[in-house]
């Protein structure tokens, strides 16, 4: 497979391994953006103002990892269901 790339790294520090690396802490982290969007709607989110974004995607990032571990059935499908049908408040029926 080829795969291009821009980079300010100079051909020295641009090996395989090292591109290979970086691509892929790129593509980890747009997979985090995604989940944070499709799980709670972060795009859309109405939160704008001083640090409350960061705030905010630290703890939906702290939601997601928990659920991702967690071994009870459900898990982060759960929660993308509950926003999916309208679940407002978490953990109440």
Same mark, same amino acid.
């Given at each position: 497979m080829t795969v291009y790339a821009i980079t300010s790294l100079t051909h020295a520090q641009a090996g395989p391994a090292? &591109?290979?690396d970086l691509i892929g802490r790129?593509?980890?982290i747009?997979? &985090?953006r995604h989940v944070r969007d499709t799980t709670f709607a972060e795009d859309g989110s109405q939160v704008?103002?001083?640090a409350t974004p960061n705030v905010m995607a630290a &703890?939906?990032? &702290?939601v997601i990892g928990v659920l991702s571990h967690w071994d009870a059935p459900g898990g982060l499908g759960w929660l993308r269901r509950r926003?999916?049908?309208?679940g407002a408040r978490l953990g109440r029926e």
């Open positions: 090292r &591109l290979a790129h593509w980890a747009e997979a &985090l704008r103002a001083g &703890l939906r990032n &702290l926003r999916e049908h309208g």
